[in-house]
């Protein structure tokens, strides 16, 4: 029995007493009732007051000259509580306690020295004697603002000395890129951040101007060499890029250097909002591999695309796709009068109305679940809402998936173009803009060339137009450009799905080059070439320099903290059936215009006649719903000359 007494007996203290216990203890106190702050500070202020008694008794000198002491205490006492209530000294938290809490501890006691100085000069006036010494009154106030100040010192720094998660997880040492407001800002919030994810050693200075002083308590370094010989000489194993100073390629060397030595780079984009420090924080990411596309901002001409898009009502098909979604988030930032995003996938569109009911958006949307190959449904839709301007951007795309099932890519990719332009036409949509791809010039498979014939068709309907069919009064528009960072079935959600499977990351050939843009990108210059466009027109984007994918996985491996071969294997797996070695965004013919947009160039290719295309096209949709695939495929490369197949079986049409 008393032996179970005993470990009951330790148990308890072990566990009043543990580490945890304390933590929640400390955690609690910077949560404290108000009232229980002025007691504190009460208690704080009567501490000094004895000591001020004190000192001056050793010297023989008396703190207090009137008989009426306890008076005089009990008024001291009212009087500091009345400048805490002006000045709000117990409204913050404590663990928070910043420089303004200082000052307003400094106000505070300032305010009651002025009071009783007053108080003190009047009296000895009327009276002929002080009621106190002032020198001594002056002490008391400095070690009453002293001892209010430190404690909330104290507490503040024993709130970051037991938080700091040091225990199960090794926090990562890092050091902050930059001096500016932005990195001083970005410091202050990762050092409250919980749980806490950084260590920050110090700070670099691009331009080496502060050297010898510091910033935070914590040394500004000297980067004298390459930044990854600076961060092994400190033991530093990440970079917060956070000097908003810094142009794109300086960024790009800086990471590029970092991640040969397999250090960690972060980022963090310009603060704007300085007094939320968690969201300060909780914007430090990982560099993602869309920021080491180098690229120049875009810029926009907002008022032509406003004009187009403004009060109208605007059409989108394939909404619920990646590019289809993000053309809708555009879109409805120009305040159209209505917005139809149809897409035959429920769920994905059902998340884009989601999404789009939180955007305070004063636009109609109307979400609507519909087949381009059905021509009827399509007509129903025409009739119903009279679309002013239609974004095209339903399609099948996958190059392997296509090559096995040519009958599909036909009936969506051509056939529904076809249903979506002629109802344009018969409707009077004013403009039409078709998202096409880089896989339609010089097609090697094929869904490049059912997007090569979809561009064909809605050429064609523009230069019949061109040639007195009053009945088109429709400007037709292509936008061509090459591989989306981030969309569905693309490289890079790939490679991240395989690395965070521990690997292999595949690629199908070590030499293959691909050109790359984010999502957002591609859309932007969609609404600007839609906006230029006078019809007939197809637009290509500058893609910037191409990426060399066997390059695109080590960066994408180096991110995610490993190293390639290594940790994580490359596995060459050979080309699919249809891929190129690399893309062309011109057929052999073909040349180019500029536009006034840098990013944006027109492509001269040859037009079909209308009647001529329609009729092989009309013949290439009944061998899709009747015929086997040999023959679907034969009579795309009769429309489609340039079509040549790449590792596939339809090579041997070509022969």
């Known amino acids: 029995m008393n032996t179970n007494r005993k470990f009951d007996s330790t148990a308890l203290s072990s566990l009043l007493f543990s580490r945890e216990n304390f933590k929640f203890s400390i955690h609690n106190l910077g949560y404290l009732p108000r009232w229980v702050i002025v007691l504190i500070d009460l208690c704080v202020l009567l501490l000094s007051f004895f000591f001020t008694l004190l000192i001056f008794r050793g010297t023989g000198l008396d703190y207090i000259i009137t008989p009426h002491s306890i008076l005089f205490s009990l008024s001291f006492f009212f009087v ?127 331009r080496n101007q502060n050297a010898s002083k510091r910033m935070l308590d914590l040394p500004i370094l000297v980067q004298k060499k390459k930044l990854p010989t600076l961060m092994r000489s400190i033991g530093a194993e990440a970079v917060i890029i956070a000097d908003k100073s810094l142009t794109k390629d300086e960024q790009l060397v800086i990471i590029d250097q970092c991640l040969e030595f397999n250090y960690k780079v972060y980022n963090v984009p310009k603060i704007t909002d300085w007094e939320n420090q968690k969201e300060i924080s909780q914007k430090v990411k990982t560099i993602q591999i869309e920021d080491l596309l180098e690229r120049k901002p875009i810029i926009l001409d907002g008022k032509l695309i406003s004009k187009q898009l403004k009060d109208k009502t605007i059409l989108i098909t ?70 002013q301007v239609v974004f095209h951007a339903a399609a099948y795309k996958h190059v392997p998936l296509m090559e096995q099932n040519p009958a599909q890519a036909i009936l969506t990719n051509i056939e529904g173009t076809k249903n979506i332009a ?81 690997g292999p990351v595949t690629i199908t050939h070590a030499d293959i080059i691909r050109y790359f ?43 995610a903290g490993f190293i390639p071969d290594k940790e994580i294997m490359i596995q060459i797996v050979g080309l699919r059936p249809g891929e190129k070695l690399y893309e062309e965004l011109l057929n052999d013919t073909s040349k180019t215009l500029p536009t006034y947009h840098e990013k944006i160039m027109i492509a001269e290719d040859e037009q079909d006649d209308y009647e001529i295309l329609n009729s092989s096209i009309e013949e290439l949709i009944h061998k899709a719903n009747f015929l086997t695939n040999d023959d679907i495929v034969m009579q795309m490369k009769k429309i489609v000359p340039e079509f040549k197949s790449m590792n596939s079986t339809f090579q041997l049409l070509d022969k």
């Not at 009064?473 to 061509?480: C, D, E, G, S, Y």
């Open 80 to 206: 500091n509580i009345f400048f805490f209530w002006i000045f709000r000294t117990y409204s913050g938290i404590i663990r928070h306690s910043s420089y303004i809490d200082a000052v307003k501890l400094l106000f505070s006691q300032s305010g009651v020295l002025v009071v009783f100085l007053f108080l003190n000069f009047s009296y000895e006036f009327a009276y002929g004697i002080k009621l106190f010494l002032n020198t001594a009154f002056f002490i008391n106030i400095v070690l009453s603002f002293c001892g209010l100040f430190v404690y909330r010192v104290i507490i503040k720094q024993t709130f970051e000395l037991y938080f700091s998660e040091t225990g199960k997880e090794k926090l990562i040492r890092t050091i902050i890129y930059g001096t500016d407001a932005n990195a001083i800002s970005v410091a202050n919030a990762l050092k409250f951040e919980t749980p806490t994810r950084f260590k920050i050693v110090g700070f670099v200075d691009k």
């Open 318 to 387: 394939g909404a619920a796709g990646s590019i289809g979604s993000e053309i809708a988030r555009q879109v409805l930032t120009f305040n159209p009068k209505k917005i139809i995003i149809l897409d035959q996938a429920e769920t994905p569109l059902h998340h884009l109305q989601l999404e789009t009911e939180t955007l305070n958006s004063t636009s109609k949307i109307i979400s609507l679940v519909g087949d381009i190959r059905n021509k009827e449904a399509m007509e129903k839709v025409f009739s119903r809402y009279k679309p």
């Open 422 to 502: 002629d109802l344009s036409c018969r409707y009077k949509v004013k403009k039409f803009v078709m998202v096409s791809t880089d896989k339609a010039v010089n097609p090697s498979n094929v869904m490049g060339a059912s997007k090569r014939i979809a561009e064909k068709y809605v050429q064609s309907l523009q230069l019949k137009s061109k040639n007195g069919d009053e009945k088109i009064t429709t400007k037709f528009i292509t936008t061509r450009f090459g591989n989306v960072l981030g969309s569905n079935g693309s490289v890079v959600p790939l490679f991240t799905k395989q690395i965070a499977e521990g």
């Open 517 to 559: 843009m984010t999502i957002p990108e591609a859309c932007q210059l969609v609404l600007e070439a839609g906006a230029m466009g006078n019809g007939g027109e197809i637009y290509i984007f500058d893609m910037g320099k191409p990426v060399k994918i066997i390059d695109l996985a080590r960066k994408m491996i180096k991110l």
